[in-house]
C-alpha cells in the first residue's frame, strides 16, 4: 500500500504531462504531415525562410517542390514550406468563347 501512495504522485505528473506536451506536439505534427501532403500546383506557399511563392511543381519521387518566386523557379524540400496561404482553384471556370456562326457578317454584306 506504501509503494502505491509512493508511485501516484509520479503516474500523475507523467500523466500531466502527456496530456499538455505530447499529445498536443503530436497532434500538431500530425496537421503539418497533412497540409504538405495536400501540397498542389497553383497553391501559395510561405516557406520556413518567409519566401512567399506558387508551387508549380510537386515531385513526390524524392519529395521536393519547385516554387515560382516572379519568374525565378526554386526547388525546396517538401518539409521546409511552413504554411498554404491559399489553395489553388480546384474547379477550373470556363469562359463563353461565342459562337462562329456564318449568319452575320462584319462588312455588312
Known amino acids: 500500500m506504501e509503494l502505491i501512495g509512493a508511485m501516484l504522485p509520479f ?3 507523467m500523466g500531466l504531462m502527456y496530456v499538455l506536451m505530447i499529445r498536443p506536439q503530436q497532434k500538431k505534427a500530425k496537421e503539418t504531415q497533412n497540409m504538405l501532403s495536400s501540397l498542389k ?3 501559395s506557399i510561405v516557406t520556413i525562410g518567409g519566401l512567399h511563392g506558387v508551387v508549380d ?3 513526390e519521387s524524392n519529395n521536393t ?3 515560382d518566386c516572379e519568374g525565378i523557379y526554386l526547388t525546396f524540400e517538401r518539409r521546409a514550406i511552413a504554411r498554404i496561404v ?3 482553384e480546384t474547379a ?3 469562359e463563353e468563347l461565342g ?3 456564318p449568319e452575320e457578317s462584319v462588312d455588312g454584306e
Open 65 to 67: 517542390v519547385v516554387i
Open 92 to 94: 477550373t471556370q470556363t
Open 99 to 101: 459562337t462562329n456562326t
Open 41 to 43: 500546383k497553383g497553391d
Open 11 to 13: 503516474i500523475v505528473i
Open 57 to 59: 511543381e510537386v515531385i
Open 86 to 88: 491559399t489553395k489553388a
